[in-house]
């Protein structure tokens, strides 16, 4: 059997209500729901952490964040370790199968050389490897601490390069559309990984994005510009993937690292759980929290030659899971490669996906500067919740039925003690196991 190309389009700080197909009553994203109509759209797919350097590390390794090594926001001082070089992506794991492999785009999993994309397994690499870049200097300002210059971080493989005054969500594309038209006169299968920085903070947008929203208040007409720049980027790939004769046998995953961030520099300085900007839609909770808007995102996935479109799938499901689950649709047998004696967190989702079985996961965890968190069928507890970065919830344990509740506004803590007692042993038995 041929195998299928992959490919994982990333956003950042995109929120669960960001999208049309998602219910968004101010972004316009026609090549998504087009996606997502022809494919599967989930509705309970979730970040492993609610920042953006452990979910991508959880996304690449298929391990929970703290086994991977990756718990917390990365730094970008230059020669920055990350993710551990004992780590193995899936990128590494797809190598011996034949694969040829890129990565566009945000890393933030290392600045070191040890620790990049190509380090990592990517053969290609073009991007930059901190959290965020201003868009069109590809500057890094943010975090440096006192006395530190802002860095440009812009790099082709190891090579620093500038392309100032270009537009990055449009530099990331134009490398993805390239990468795959090389593809029509090669055989061997591709993995691409397109990362893209939008909607995160700096927030900027060409002149024509922003006409297409003039009717929208400045804070929501920049954030649905940047994110229809990414949607244009998207028909783009895909438009390519068809002139190659690719489409058909290539899986896309589009997802989000975490929730929308409440951040001021996202100019979205509101009170309480009302914001301007990003949307988590009807979830509580914003990025770095552990409530479902920081954690639940907005996933689509296709594959025309490989799976009935047209579905929209309500099991639970998470980034930890993509590396076994694309292993297993490209054939390739984790006992048989690097990841021979890596004990994986993620469970392959191909019954599920092929032959619309329930979710393989009991539980799901997550854990975040204190918080704990754990969801089991419908039930969530939260210990310690955040609505962000500072913002503290006024009840220590929090306790939700998302089948009745999945905005999380009702705490059933006090009338379900049992459960309470019972997952919140669960979870920090769970936390205790990761951190050894």
């Known amino acids: 059997m041929k195998k299928p190309n992959l490919i994982v389009i990333y956003c950042d700080d995109l929120g669960y209500g960001d999208l049309g197909?998602?219910?968004?009553d101010s972004v316009k994203t026609p090549n998504l729901d087009k996606l997502a109509d022809e494919g599967i759209r989930f509705t309970n797919w979730y970040s492993n952490s609610p920042v953006c350097s452990p979910s991508r590390a959880s996304l690449l390794?298929?391990?929970y964040p703290a086994r991977a090594g990756v718990g917390e926001i990365l730094g970008a001082k230059r020669g920055t370790n990350g993710l551990p070089e004992t780590e193995v992506t899936l990128a590494k794991a797809l190598k011996p199968a034949g694969y040829r492999t890129a990565l566009y785009g945000k890393w933030h999993l290392g600045i070191s050389e040890e620790t990049s994309p190509n380090a990592h397994g990517f053969d290609e690499f073009f991007g930059f490897k901190a959290g965020c870049v201003d868009f069109y200097s590809h500057i890094f300002y943010w975090g440096q601490g006192n006395g530190v210059n802002p860095l440009h971080d812009l790099w082709e493989n190891e090579t620093e390069v500038w392309e100032n005054g270009r537009y990055m969500t449009e530099l990331i594309t134009e490398r993805s559309v390239e990468f795959i038209k090389k593809?029509?006169?090669?055989?061997d299968p591709f993995f691409l990984f397109v990362s893209?920085?939008?909607?995160?903070?700096?927030?900027h947008a060409p002149k024509e994005y922003m006409d297409r929203f003039a009717h929208l208040p400045w804070d929501r007409q920049v954030m649905a510009a940047m994110i229809a720049a990414v949607d244009d980027g998207v028909g783009d790939i895909v438009e390519a993937l068809k002139e190659a004769g690719r489409y058909e046998d290539t899986v896309i995953f589009f997802s989000s690292d975490n929730g929308p961030s409440s951040e001021s520099r996202n100019w979205l300085d509101g009170t309480e759980d009302i914001y301007y900007g990003g949307s988590a839609g009807i979830f509580r909770g914003h990025k770095a929290s552990l409530f479902e808007g920081g954690i639940r995102e907005p996933a689509i996935l296709s594959w025309p030659n490989g799976m009935e479109g047209g579905r929209v799938c309500d099991e639970v499901a998470a980034m930890m899971d993509m590396v076994p689950t694309f292993l297993d649709l490209a054939g390739v047998d984790p006992a048989e490669g690097p990841l021979r004696n890596v004990a994986i967190d993620g469970i392959s989702l191909k019954e599920m996906l092929v032959e619309d079985e329930s979710s393989p996961h009991q539980q799901i965890f997550w854990e975040y500067q204190g918080q704990l968190a754990v969801r089991e069928g419908?039930?969530?507890?939260?210990?310690?919740?955040?609505?962000?970065f500072e913002r503290m919830v006024p009840a220590?344990?929090?306790?939700?039925?998302?089948?009745?509740?999945p905005g999380e506004r009702t705490n059933l803590?006090?009338?379900y003690p049992e459960i309470v007692e019972r997952l919140s042993r669960d979870v920090r038995a769970w936390y205790d196991?990761?951190?050894a």
Not at 183 to 187: L, V
Not at 378 to 388: E, F, H, M, P, R
């Open 21 to 24: 197909c998602y219910g968004s």
């Open 61 to 63: 390794t298929g391990r």
């Open 183 to 187: 593809s029509k006169e090669q055989e």
């Open 196 to 203: 893209y920085n939008a909607p995160h903070y700096p927030m």
């Open 378 to 388: 419908n039930w969530k507890l939260v210990l310690n919740g955040k609505l962000d």
């Open 396 to 405: 220590p344990v929090h306790l939700s039925d998302l089948s009745q509740d």
């Open 413 to 415: 803590a006090d009338r």
């Open 433 to 435: 196991e990761v951190k």
